[in-house]
Structure formats: structure tokens, C-alpha cells
């Protein structure tokens, strides 16, 4: 059974090219013409054409497997590494929701995580269990989705190092476990297939005191909040580390710590990170990365590349 997006649903005018497709029937929450800027950091960008919130994988696999193979399918976290461009996300934003966010403990030292499941969740689950290792995930704000596709990471560990592996429902809709070797690991970087939705991950950490398991994260959000803009509307870092050399000491060198653009900021803080200061467009925010990009090539000689996720029509 298909739907179609009906005349009550609020419709911008970037998607109407794109009326009109049909969309399959599912359990969980399907939403047509739906505002992204709420849902990501930024606070800024257009609509997804469609936002499904699946109820359980079940409804995601026959979600895809019904879905005309020509609408793009993209999965959204906590939208922490993501610029939604102006003109919205066509084809259909998947969101984990409720039924994705559990952590449990499923043996000795691993973690058994939902795709929706946040860093924080995971971490202080891994505390009670007495798992070390798992604490940086404190301070990355996002999904367990987000990590595995992003392969995460912070104080020196990063997702490969503790993934064991991880359940994908494929743009098919065949669900898939794909061991970490399986995901082309390198820096901020994964080789998950186009489309695939991470809806469970197992973490692995080894044992540890749960007292001393606090006292680093502790360490870790202290160390974060002195350092970073937390309280802003912002993407995370910016730009890839190149090889060897720190994005943000580039930036710095190039004399761009405060550079605005419209509502968009270098951060003062740590300058690896824009901020949207107000009511910042998408594209004044990715205007003033490339502005940033263009100075470092030019006074540092360096290529600085995107580690912030683009998506969607300027
Ligand atoms: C203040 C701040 C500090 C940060 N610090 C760090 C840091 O120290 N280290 C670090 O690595 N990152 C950091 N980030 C960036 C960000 O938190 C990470 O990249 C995180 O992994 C993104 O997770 P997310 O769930 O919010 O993904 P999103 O930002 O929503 O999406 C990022 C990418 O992951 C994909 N994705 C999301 N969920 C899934 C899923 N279920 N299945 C498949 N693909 C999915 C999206 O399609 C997109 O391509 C920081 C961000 C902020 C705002």
C-alpha cells in the first residue's frame, strides 16, 4: 500500500518538483515536508521531502523493501555533524527513535547498542557495567548510528577500535551484520554502503572499576567544556585533521579565528568549529567553511578537507 503526501501537510516550494511520489505505508511515524533545522545542531536548512520514524526494524525493512529504489534514503542522528543545505533532503531522512536507543550488557566486557542510542547512554551503561574504554563516546554528541558511519572518536580511541560489529538494514531492506572489518575504517571515515541504516552495534571495551571509569569521564567533559563551544549552534570539528598538523591550529594561522559571514562564525573558542550565531543560513555557514578553506590553501598551503557531513539542495 503506497501513500501520498496529502493537501493539509505544510509544502515549501523547493520540494514541489517533488510531489506526488509515493511513498509505502509503515507502522511508525511518517512525516511529509518535515523541518530538519529543528532536529540538527545548526539549527539551519530546508525539510526532508519525507521523515520516517521506524517503529522497529521490522517496519524499516519493509519500509526500503517497498520503496521505489529511486528515492534516495538517508539516516539523521542528533544532526551534530550534518549542514542541511537550504533547499531540503529529497527522498526520505530516516530517524531512530525510542525503540533503537537501548544499551545492554551482552557479555563480560561488550555492549549490546541500538543504532539510535546516544554516546552519552552508551558510556555511562558501560560504567555500570564495569566496561573501560568506552568513555570518549561521552564527549561525542551523537548516535551510535552516527558513530559507526563517522567512526567516531576523541582522547586518542576511536570507533574501529571498539566495535565488534554491527546490524544494517540495507537500502534493500535485508538486514545485514557487518564485522569491523567490513567498514573500510580510516579517519572519520567508514565504507558503509550507500543508504545502509546502522539499527545495532556491538561495542567492545575490557574491565574496569566503575569508580575510575567516572573519574574519566569526568576528566573528559571537564577537558570538553573548557575547550569547545557546547552551548552553541554548531557542527562539530569543521574540517578533517590532515595528516599530521591540527585543522584548527591551520585556521588559526590564517588569521580566520572570528571570521563571520552573515549569522555564521568561526568560533572563537576552538576555531576547528562554525557556529551559526543567530539566524545563519546553510549556505552562509558552508560559505564561510569554503571562505576558510580558500585562506588556509592560500596562506598555509594547505587543502583542508570537509569533515562536516553537506546534504541536501543549496
Ligand atoms: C560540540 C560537538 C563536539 C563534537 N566532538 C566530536 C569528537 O570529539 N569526535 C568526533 O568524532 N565527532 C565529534 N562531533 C561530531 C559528531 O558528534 C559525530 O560525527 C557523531 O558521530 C555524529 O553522530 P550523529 O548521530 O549526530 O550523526 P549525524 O550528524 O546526524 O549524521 C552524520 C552522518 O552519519 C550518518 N548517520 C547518522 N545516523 C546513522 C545511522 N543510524 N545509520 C547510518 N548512518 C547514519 C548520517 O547520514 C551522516 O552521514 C562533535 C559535534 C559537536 C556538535
New binding site residues.
Given amino acids: 500500500m503506497t501513500v501520498q503526501p496529502h493537501r493539509s501537510m505544510p509544502i515549501s516550494t523547493g520540494m514541489a518538483a517533488d510531489l506526488g511520489r509515493a511513498i509505502p505505508d509503515a507502522r511508525g511515524k511518517l512525516t511529509a515536508n518535515a523541518p530538519l533545522a529543528p532536529l ?2 545548526f539549527k539551519s536548512g530546508g525539510a526532508a521531502e519525507w521523515l520516517f520514524e521506524p517503529k522497529d526494524v521490522v517496519d524499516l525493512q519493509a519500509f526500503l523493501r517497498d520503496l521505489d529504489p529511486q528515492m534516495p534514503v ?9 549542514i542541511v543545505r537550504d533547499g531540503g533532503v529529497a527522498g526520505v531522512v ?1 530517524r ?1 527513535g525510542k525503540a ?1 536507543a537501548k544499551v545492554e550488557r551482552s557479555d563480560e566486557v561488550t555492549l549490546g547498542c541500538g ?2 542510542a546516544s ?1 552519552i547512554l552508551v558510556s555511562s551503561t558501560a560504567r555500570d557495567a564495569g566496561i573501560a574504554g568506552l568513555e ?1 563516546l561521552r ?17 586518542g580511541s ?1 570507533v574501529k577500535d571498539i566495535l565488534v560489529d554491527c546490524d ?1 538494514v540495507l537500502r534493500s531492506g535485508e538486514v545485514k551484520t557487518l564485522p569491523v572489518a567490513a567498514l573500510g575504517y580510516t579517519y ?1 571515515h567508514s565504507e ?1 554502503p550507500e543508504g ?4 545495532a552495534a556491538r561495542f567492545r571495551g575490557r574491565p574496569g572499576e566503575p569508580a575510575a571509569v567516572q573519574v574519566e569521564m569526568d576528566r573528559i567533559s571537564a577537558s ?1 567544556e573548557a575547550s ?3 552551548r ?1 549552534k ?4 569543521t574540517f578533517k585533521n590532515p595528516e599530521g598538523r591540527k585543522a584548527w591550529k591551520l585556521v588559526d594561522a590564517a588569521g580566520c579565528r572570528g571570521l563571520a559571514l552573515g549569522g555564521a562564525q568561526v568560533s572563537e573558542k576552538h576555531t576547528n ?1 562554525l557556529i551559526n550565531t543567530g539566524n545563519a543560513t546553510s549556505a552562509e555557514i558552508e560559505a564561510l567553511g569554503e571562505e576558510v578553506r580558500r585562506r588556509v590553501k592560500e596562506t598555509q598551503g594547505v587543502e583542508l578537507e570537509w ?1 562536516i ?1 553537506r ?1 541536501g539542495r543549496s
Wanted: charged share 10%; hydrophobic share 45%.
Fill in positions: 540538527v545542531w538517508m539516516a539523521l542522528g542528533l544532526g551534530s555533524n550534518l530516516i531512530l533503537f543504532g539510535g554516546g570518549f564527549s561525542i554528541p551523537g548516535t551510535v548510528g552516527g558513530f559507526v558511519r563517522m567512526n567516531g572518536g576523541a582522547y576511536e544494517v572519520r558503509l545502509a541504516i546502522v539499527v570538553r569547545q563551544p557546547l552553541s554548531t557542527g562539530g570539528s568549529f569533515e557531513q546534504v
